[in-house]
C-alpha cells in the first residue's frame, strides 16, 4: 500500500525556496528551477513522488504570482503542476484498470474480501479529489498540449486545472473532438439567424426591449476567460 503524502498546510512556506534552488531569475520563474522538477517529474514512478512534484510546482506558482514575476513564469510552474496532476491521474487510473483500487462506493466488506485492494483515502486523496485528477488525466495529449498552446497565446490567461477540468467536460459533450476557437464572422452570423428567429416569435414589448437586453448581455461577458 502506498503511503498518503502529507498535505502542505496553510503555515508552511508557500514558495519553492524550501525545497528548490534559487536562481537569479528567482525561485517560480528560474530555468534551473523548471527543468529539476521536469526531470523529477519523469523519473517519479510512485503517487507520492508526483504528488511531492505537484506541490513544488504549486509553490513555485505561488512564489511567481506573488512576486510579480509575470505570467509566463506563472505558467510555467502551472504547467509542471497540471503535468504532475495528469500522471497522478492516470496512475490512479491503471490502478483501477488493474483492480487494485477500489471502486467509489464500495462498502468495506468487499474491500476487506480483498486485501491488495487499495482506496483513495489510503493514497491520500478524498474521492472528490482523485475524479478530478482522472478527468484531467482523460483530455488526450495532443488536445491537451493545444489548449497549453491557446492559453499562453492569449493576453491575460493563467493555466489552471479548472480550465482543464473544463475542457475534459466539452470534450465529453462533443465525443472526444477539441472545437477551435470560434471566429467573430461565423459567431456574429449565428448570433444573427438567432436573433432574427427569436424577433419573429416574440409579441408584446419584447420587440423593443431586446436591443438593450443584447447590449447588457455583452457587457456581462467582458473580461470573462475561462482559467
Not at 62 to 86: E, P, Q, T, V
Request: charged letters at 30%; a positive charge.
Amino acid at each position: 500500500m502506498i503511503a498518503a503524502i502529507k498535505p502542505r498546510t496553510e503555515d508552511e512556506p508557500t514558495n519553492g525556496r524550501c525545497a528548490m534552488t534559487t536562481t537569479a531569475n528567482g525561485c517560480g520563474g528560474g530555468i534551473a528551477v523548471r527543468s529539476k522538477l521536469q526531470r523529477m517529474l519523469e523519473k517519479a514512478t510512485s503517487l507520492d513522488e508526483i504528488r511531492t512534484v505537484e506541490n513544488l510546482a504549486q509553490r513555485a506558482r505561488d512564489y511567481a504570482k506573488a512576486a510579480g514575476l509575470g505570467r509566463d513564469s506563472i505558467n510555467s510552474a502551472a504547467r509542471l503542476a497540471l503535468d504532475a496532476r495528469r500522471k497522478a491521474g492516470d496512475t490512479l487510473n491503471e490502478m483501477r484498470k488493474r483492480g487494485e483500487l477500489a471502486e467509489r462506493g464500495s462498502n468495506q466488506h468487499t474491500r476487506l474480501s480483498q486485501p491488495a485492494m487499495t482506496t483513495l483515502e489510503d493514497l491520500g486523496f478524498t474521492p472528490s479529489q482523485g475524479s478530478r485528477y482522472q478527468q484531467e488525466a482523460s483530455v488526450p495529449a495532443d488536445v491537451y498540449a493545444a489548449w497549453i498552446q491557446r492559453v499562453i497565446a492569449s493576453r491575460d490567461r493563467v493555466l489552471t486545472a479548472g480550465g482543464l477540468r473544463a475542457l475534459a467536460r466539452q470534450l465529453g459533450k462533443s465525443g472526444g473532438r477539441d472545437d477551435p476557437p470560434l471566429g467573430f464572422a461565423a459567431a456574429s452570423s449565428r448570433i444573427r439567424r438567432l436573433v432574427k428567429k427569436l424577433w419573429r416569435q416574440m409579441g408584446g414589448d419584447g420587440r423593443a426591449r431586446l436591443p438593450k437586453f443584447l447590449q447588457s448581455l455583452s457587457s456581462q461577458y467582458e473580461g470573462d476567460h475561462d482559467g
